[in-house]
């Protein structure tokens, strides 16, 4: 139980410090081009190690569904994601990621079961979806950049692209390893933004970017994918899922407070209480859906 508890507190820190890593990383390099070399690496290294241990390819259709699950998860979310940090703070863009459990819940509605809407999970939403607009009010001004706007419609891209691909997954209850399925998932999905990156005219830059860019590559691939991949799945398997999911709430903090720390990014009283709002409301809908779930 001590390992599932230290494998919870590094998804909880380390997730939330990828925010900076990746807003560093594009400084140097096209968003897509950063998270598709990291996902195609850290893919890479995770498939050769089951195959080496003697895990046989998994089918045809089972290798279709990781293709789409990784285009949703990874391509559309964490590509987006990415991408979007060239134009958004990191803070910003962590704390509307934090809204995904709310768009899981819709989707979940719609897709898997009609379950009871209850009025705490309406509550639940409102108020979650009313922390994010508080947010926006604090960045009006920004929102008149075109640049601005569009890292915010890439974030909400991939919010609703990654609640979408969590549900498929759900649906679709592949019967495979779940790290070795992600190892796939990471190496479709890097391969395919590698070469929309490309088509784009966004290379990786041959030479000249230093140490900057180097390191915020290789602490994604090996922090950010490997290792807290790994953890998250430790935590999934070993603690209850009221208590796996206490990371949605730290990463945006952390993400926020580096933010700020190391990049100077803006924060002031307004964003930080539509934060706490935001996480508030994201909180009530986790528990509105665990009491449907008991009820049920």
């Known amino acids: 139980m001590k390992k599932a508890y230290v494998a919870l507190i590094i998804v909880s820190f380390f997730w939330g410090t990828t925010y900076l890593a990746s807003r560093i990383g594009v400084r140097h390099t096209h968003g897509l081009m950063l998270a598709g070399i990291r996902q195609t690496t850290a893919g890479l290294l995770l498939t050769a190690f089951f195959l080496l241990k003697g895990f046989k390819l998994p089918d045809k259709i089972v290798l279709s569904r990781l293709f789409v699950i990784g285009v949703m998860m990874l391509c559309l979310s964490n590509g987006l994601i990415t991408w979007a940090m060239q134009y958004i703070p990191s803070g910003l863009c962590a704390i509307i990621v934090a809204t995904v459990p709310i768009w899981i819940t819709i989707f979940s509605y719609f897709l898997v079961e009609r379950s009871r809407l209850s009025l705490l999970l309406l509550v639940g939403m409102l108020i979650g979806f009313l922390g994010v607009g508080g947010i926006f009010y604090d960045y009006l001004a920004s929102l008149m950049n075109p640049e601005f706007r569009l890292g915010i419609i890439l974030t909400l891209i991939a919010c609703v692209s990654w609640a979408l691909g969590s549900v498929l997954t759900t649906r679709w209850a592949l019967k495979v390893n779940f790290l070795y399925g992600a190892g796939f998932q990471m190496l479709f ?16 830059p041959s030479s000249g970017e230093g140490i900057e860019l180097w390191g915020s590559l290789l602490y994604l691939i090996f922090i950010g994918s490997i290792l807290g991949y790994s953890a998250y799945v430790f935590v999934l398997n070993n603690l209850p899922p009221s208590l796996a999911s206490v990371y949605a709430y730290i990463n945006p903090i952390v993400a926020v407070l580096l933010g700020w720390l190391i990049l100077k990014e803006h924060i002031n009283w307004i964003t930080a209480v539509s934060s706490l709002v935001t996480l508030i409301g994201v909180y009530i809908v986790k528990l509105a859906v665990s009491r449907n779930k008991q009820v049920a």
């Open 189 to 204: 999905s890097g391969i395919v933004m590698v070469i929309t990156a490309l088509l784009m005219g966004h290379p990786f």
